[in-house]
């Protein structure tokens, strides 16, 4: 269409704007398929052995005065190392989580097996987790929702065994950094025992899976302790494991900590990082 100046205006066309807006809706339920099945993806899974499973679906949670978490590699190979080398142990289960990290693996794998739990053959009271893997945010809440819906509650004690660098500890005197592996603790409210380390100094914060434990357990009035270790170290150490031991022989007899593990073993979780320089080839 022309006016009288000469100028091309569009002509409006209702069935042009019907046909955009079909598009767009094509897209937004697309879009909306996709969330869907990423939603879907991204959700954590607990797999139980039969006999545990069944249990559950009848309505019985698992008994459980103890529950021992510990996430990072120095943690979970400290538990490796010094406990669980013993015949006392059964595996009961596995979590799998599906993430920007783990996208690229398929099946069963080390990712869905790096989050493992382990339960003590003359003692079902006692439960073990390692994990290992990646938990981004959005899975937090859905994973400690979910282990904590397995587990009874009343008389419950949890223990955090967590893993940390050294670089992200602010403290005022930058000499208490030398001493590196150190602990720190943090408790909820109703935690009436006595930590084995001072306490975490502010404005130092936990994060992660450690920190969403901590919430739901001073949430729900589960009495929890996290420890946290400082380590300078990249990777699996022997110093750094040993850390840990005062946090774990507190329980007394609950667990048994071998405080003389064989070389053997220590070698066996232990890897040596080669050091290879970042200029040269």
């Known amino acids: 269409m022309a006016t009288f100046f000469g100028e091309v205006l569009s002509a409006y066309s209702r069935a042009v704007e019907e046909?955009?807006?079909?598009e767009d809706l094509e897209e937004n339920e697309e879009d909306e398929q996709?969330?869907?099945e990423l939603e879907e993806k991204r959700e954590v899974h607990l797999h139980w052995r039969p006999e545990v499973s069944e249990s559950l679906r009848s309505g019985n949670k698992l008994q459980c005065s103890d529950f021992v978490l510990a996430v990072g590699h120095n943690a979970a190979r400290f538990l490796s190392v010094y406990v669980l080398t013993s015949a006392n142990w059964d595996?009961?289960?596995h979590a799998s989580v599906w993430n920007e990290r783990s996208r690229?693996?398929?099946g069963q794998t080390n990712e869905e097996s790096a989050c493992i739990f382990y339960r003590h053959k003359d003692n079902p009271s006692v439960v073990i987790c390692q994990v290992t893997c990646y938990i981004a945010e959005d899975q937090l809440f859905q994973w400690t929702e979910k282990v904590f819906d397995c587990l009874q509650h009343r008389?419950?004690?949890v223990t955090v065994l967590s893993d940390s660098s050294v670089a992200d500890y602010k403290t005022?005197?930058?000499l208490c950094t030398s001493s590196a592996p150190f602990l720190r603790s943090i408790h909820t409210g109703t935690f009436s025992g006595q930590p084995v380390c001072q306490a975490l100094e502010q404005p130092n914060i936990i994060t992660g899976l450690p920190a969403a434990v901590l919430n739901h357990c001073q949430v729900h009035r589960i009495?929890?302790?996290v420890y946290q270790c400082y380590s300078d170290v990249i990777g699996p150490d022997s110093v750094t494991m040993e850390t840990y031991k005062p946090a774990l022989t507190k329980l007394g007899k609950s667990i048994?900590?071998?405080c003389s593990p064989s070389t053997d073993i220590l070698r066996k979780f232990v890897k040596t990082t080669d050091i290879q320089s970042n200029l040269y080839i």
């Open 155 to 157: 008389e419950l004690n």
């Open 256 to 258: 048994q900590v071998d």
């Open 172 to 174: 005022a005197d930058y």
């Open 91 to 93: 595996t009961v289960g």
């Open 19 to 22: 046909e955009e807006d079909d």
């Open 34 to 36: 996709i969330r869907r």
């Open 104 to 106: 690229a693996v398929t």
């Open 223 to 225: 009495a929890t302790v």
